[in-house]
């Protein structure tokens, strides 16, 4: 089972007395996400085999993937192994690039990972988005999942979005310009606020 742990209490409270939010927080009780303190190197690298795959799929090659690196998932480790037997693990030819240009940018000290707690929200999607493969969507989630971020509002999500529009009585989910301003009263707890979007789409799909 995966651990997982209670984040952002305070946004809960608030939340809690929201018109919109309010009787969802109420249901689901605390916001609870990955307990997670992984190496960020390796997070990321398993962040860009999952994008675009079905969940049980992204599995599969991820450990295909661990198993070619001998259960070292390091930047040295990929950088040495030979891409004929990272392919063979299942990797595309632009995941592959991207996971190597990860590696090579940490290795290089041009993409410094080993600090990235230390950082504000900011310099770490500065960072991360000069990675091949890494686009605004994976940092943002780097940022909520892994380091626990509480301000992130990942307004491309479409998920979000949908979430947004369900709870609001709207037809259709807002353009991603328009979720912007609509999460400024949120401030900065607007990472809650996506994940309860996520989760009424879940409560949605279930019924």
């Known amino acids: 089972m995966i651990a997982t742990k209670a984040v952002w209490p305070t ?46 799929a992204a599995g599969a090659i991820h450990g295909r993937f661990v198993e070619a690196l001998a259960g070292r998932v390091t930047a040295d480790a990929v950088l040495r192994t030979p891409e004929s037997e990272l ?8 995941k592959l690039a991207a996971i190597r240009d990860l590696a090579a940018k940490a290795i290089g000290g041009e993409v410094r990972l080993d600090d990235l707690a230390d950082q504000g929200d900011d310099e770490v999607l500065d960072r991360l988005v000069c990675v091949r493969g890494i686009g605004p969507w994976t940092a943002q989630m780097f940022l ?15 998920g979000v979005r949908n979430g947004w529009a369900l709870l609001h009585g709207l037809e259709e989910a807002p353009a991603a310009k328009e979720l912007e301003s609509c999460g400024e009263p949120y401030r900065p707890w607007r990472s809650a606020v996506a994940w309860y979007c996520w989760r009424a789409l879940d409560e949605a799909s279930a019924e």
């Open 87 to 94: 392919r063979a693990a299942g990797l595309s030819r632009a």
């Open 144 to 158: 909520m999942f892994r380091l626990h971020r509480r301000d992130v509002w990942p307004v491309g999500d479409l």
């Open 11 to 56: 946004a809960r409270r608030r939340l809690r007395s929201d018109g919109v939010f309010g009787p969802l927080v109420q249901r689901l009780g605390p916001i609870r996400v990955h307990d997670s303190d992984e190496d960020p190197f390796v997070y990321l690298a398993r962040a860009i085999i999952y994008q675009q795959l079905a969940g049980a």
